[in-house]
């Protein structure tokens, strides 16, 4: 079940929230470092804005230069630190348009902590994913610990095993053009086109170095990245969403930690969202890992008759 939480809700009601809607604020300041690799990365007419900024652009389909680089097959599985077997896809589409997605979203306030987890498949070419997401056992009530399913869409959230009175056949959708945060925190995971298409807004960035992610070699940048910018870059499907969070947002600034291997694949993406009630401040960090490149990935939308159309339960709507 998803709570949406409005600016005059307090701390308590936000850690238990599987969404953070209203006007928020984003963290402020970040740290980084330099290397070799920075300086490499220079020398060719890269930098870390740019393979930052290229990285979200090639899952967008907007890229240029590293198509074929990023159709490169998988080289392993953030779960078991394993090699894939390659990209089980192929002759359908490059193994840059399917992933596998594993997601977290923690929020704390007034000294605690709750984790929403997520897992599933996404396919960057239409924009559309299956993710099974988790709410922690003491972030809801017995009713609530059913895992809910959610099928994403450009412009549109759909969830079954939604709570609050809903049919456990049928879908709620909602249209992410309308969030406050178009869909960046809303249903407990950070759409993963969102989350790429984000970092097209990239203002500053520093390369912290190189680091193992679960056997695959990585680069590590850091910076913060403008919503309002990554709005007017983004391609259109995404375009709504981030436009409407651009409103919504107290201030644009969003602090992130990008992981890119080899191919220059984005392979993880943290980004840092805060925002202020009467209550102490709630701090949201949504974590994308991105792995198993080609997977076969089928997101049949809900027809119309299948969607709930009542009324949600007052304090429960998503």
Not at 39 to 45: S, T
Not at 207 to 222: S, W
Not at 254 to 275: C, I, M, N, T
């Amino acid at each position: 079940m998803v709570v949406q939480q409005h600016r005059s809700g307090g701390g308590a009601r936000a850690v238990c929230a599987l969404a953070a809607m209203g006007v928020m604020a984003a963290a402020a300041g970040c740290s980084g470092g330099g290397g070799d690799r920075a300086a490499a990365d220079d020398r060719v007419g890269v930098g870390a804005v740019g393979a930052v900024r290229r990285a979200a652009e090639v899952l967008a389909g907007t890229g240029t230069g590293s198509e074929s680089a990023a159709g490169k097959p998988d080289t392993g599985n953030p779960d078991t630190g394993n090699p894939d077997t390659g990209n089980p896809d192929t002759g359908k589409r490059s193994a840059a348009t399917t992933a596998k997605v594993s997601t977290s979203m923690e929020t704390a306030a007034g000294g605690t902590r709750v984790t929403i987890r997520g897992r599933g498949t996404y396919d960057f070419r239409t924009r559309t994913g299956r993710l099974r997401v988790v709410l922690p056992q003491d972030a809801a009530g017995e009713e609530e610990h059913l895992p809910i399913t959610e099928l994403l869409a450009p412009g549109a959230l759909y969830m079954m095993n939604r709570g609050a009175g809903v049919p456990k056949d049928k879908w709620v959708r909602i249209d992410t053009t309308g969030l406050a945060d178009g869909n960046l925190v809303t249903g407990g995971v950070t759409d993963p086109m969102a989350a790429a298409e984000l970092l097209r807004g990239v203002r500053a960035v520093t390369y912290v170095g190189e680091t193992d992610l679960a056997g695959v070699t990585v680069r590590h940048y850091r910076g913060t990245t403008d919503i309002g910018r990554a709005a007017r870059q983004a391609s259109a499907p995404s375009r709504g969403a981030l436009t409407a969070a651009a409103k919504g947002f107290r201030t644009d600034t969003v602090p992130f930690d990008a992981y890119l291997d080899e191919q220059g694949r984005l392979r993880k993406v943290r980004h840092r969202f805060s925002f202020a009630n009467k209550g102490p401040a709630v701090e949201v960090v949504s974590t994308t890992l991105l792995y198993g490149f080609g997977v076969p990935v089928s997101v049949p939308i809900p027809d119309g008759r299948d969607i709930y159309t009542g009324e949600i339960e007052q304090g429960r709507q998503p």
